[in-house]
Structure formats: C-alpha cells, structure tokens
C-alpha cells in the first residue's frame, strides 16, 4: 500500500489516471473511500490523488495536532513527496477547511480551488457540541460507523435521501467504520478544547479562481455563502435538494460543476 512519511505523520495514499493532478480532501466523517463516485469520472481527465487525513482510515492518528492549518502542511509535504509542484484542489466540509488553509499557505502550487459545504471557521450549535461530547463516552465502544448512523446521517444526507436510497446511506456508514473510534475521540477531544480559528479576514488573499459547491439545505450554507462574499475570485452554486453531503446525494451534478470547473482552468488552457 502506498504510503509516505511527512510532518510526523504517515499518510496513506492513492492516485488514478492520467493528467494534471487533482487532490480530494474528505470530510470529517468519511476518509479516502469517500469519492467512489468521483474518482472513476475525474479519472478520465486527471491524475486523481486520494489521501487519509491524520487521523483517518489508514493514516497514522498522533496523540494531538490536528489544527487545520497543521493538516495543510501535511497535504503540502504529500505533494512535495510525490513530485507535484501545483495541483488543483478539491475539499468537502473539513476537507475543505484544509483546503482553504493549504491554498493561504501555498497559493502558488494551487492552479484551482473547489470548496464544497465549508464555511470559513468550525461552528456547531450548544446542544450539537453537548452532543459530540456525550460521544466521546461511547463512541469507542460502538465504532465510527455506529458514530454516524446515530449524530451525523440527519445532518450529512437530507430526509428524502435517507428515505429513497437506505442503500446508499448504509455504504457509506461502511465507508465511516474504516475510521478509528480511537482517533476519532482523540481529534475530538482537540477540536473542542481550542477555539475553531476564523480565516474569514485572510479569504482575500485567495486568487486563484475558486468554485464553491453547496447544497440547498446544508446546515453550513450561510457560512459558505459567506466565504462567497469575501473570496474576489469565486463564484457559488447551490444543488437543490441536497443537504451537506451534495458530492455523495447528487454525483452526477456536483461531478459535472467540478469538471466543468477544473477543464475550464488547466494551466495552458484559456
């Protein structure tokens, strides 16, 4: 299995096809496997790289660290490791957070950015938070996947997914269970003791042409209409009927704004 050492981590890996790279962050509940239903498409037109943030499904999980903008230096030293000099860039919910970050702290590797339900800072309501934490109690016990069936399913997919396609929705809680409990409670436990850091006045130090994605009833879409108003080079497209999980509820629409996106910005192509 491809593996490579960065910034005291060790982080497993994929790439698929051929081309200009493009990198797929996950979000916070998935890991690599998350982009089933991106990677044989992007495939055709990019090099597609798959990788398990710290913490996630076969990458190592350190005790602590898991500031986003550390998480960024982790993707930088991957690209750097594989011989990538500029990619695009593709992030959902806290892939996206790192991904914003990784274009603030390297704008000049990253050719085009794609956002996808990410606001510019990690804010939940008291009584999700409450929930989280009452979690961290038996969340090792019952694994990740069990984790999303019972607090992040409602919030991740919307009602009439859930209803129409229980299929669906029970893959990707298989895809969940790849994750560590363990490391899960360990990032959890970090991520509630800090303040969320709020990039929102550096959103203008972002360039390069940017797309956000957002579905219609995501729990996080006044955030990132949000970061639509203080990035000088975005432009915003809401998938009606989809909640925070847009790429895995609508593929072929969300595949098709991203394709259009990124073909539209190769390095040499005006």
């Known amino acids: 299995m491809p593996y490579v050492n960065v910034n ?47 913490g996630f499904g076969r990458s190592s999980a350190p005790p602590c660290d898991y500031d986003r903008f550390t998480i960024a230096r982790d993707i930088l030293g991957l690209l750097e490791a594989l011989g990538m000099p500029r990619v695009f860039l593709l992030g959902y919910s806290m892939g996206g957070a790192t991904a914003l970050r990784t274009a603030l702290l390297a704008p000049q590797r990253i050719a085009a950015l794609l956002v996808s339900g990410c606001g510019a800072t990690w804010r939940v309501s008291d009584g999700f938070r409450q929930r989280l934490i009452q979690a961290l109690t038996w969340a090792e016990a019952e694994g990740c996947g069990a984790l999303f069936e019972r607090l992040f399913a409602a919030s991740v997919f919307s009602e009439t997914f859930r209803a129409e ?10 895809i969940c269970d790849e994750n560590s409990a363990t490391a899960w409670v360990v990032r959890m436990r970090e991520d509630l003791s800090l303040t969320p850091g709020d990039i929102t006045a550096r959103l203008r130090e972002i360039r390069m042409p940017t797309r956000l994605l957002c579905g219609e009833h995501d729990y996080n879409r006044p955030r990132v209409e949000s970061v639509h108003r203080h990035l000088p080079a975005s432009d915003l497209h809401i998938l009606p009927g989809a909640a925070h999980g847009a790429f895995y509820e609508q593929p072929e629409r969300f595949n098709e704004l991203a394709l259009e996106f990124f073909l539209s910005h190769l390095p040499g192509v005006s």
Do not use: C, I, M
């Open 165 to 174: 396609y229980p299929e669906e929705v029970r893959r990707y809680r298989g």
């Open 8 to 54: 005291s981590v060790r982080l497993y890996y994929e790439l698929h096809g051929d081309g200009f790279p493009l990198v797929l962050l996950h979000g916070g509940e998935g890991n690599s496997g998350s982009w089933h239903k991106q990677t044989p498409v992007f495939a055709r037109a990019f090099k597609v790289l798959l990788v398990d943030e710290r």
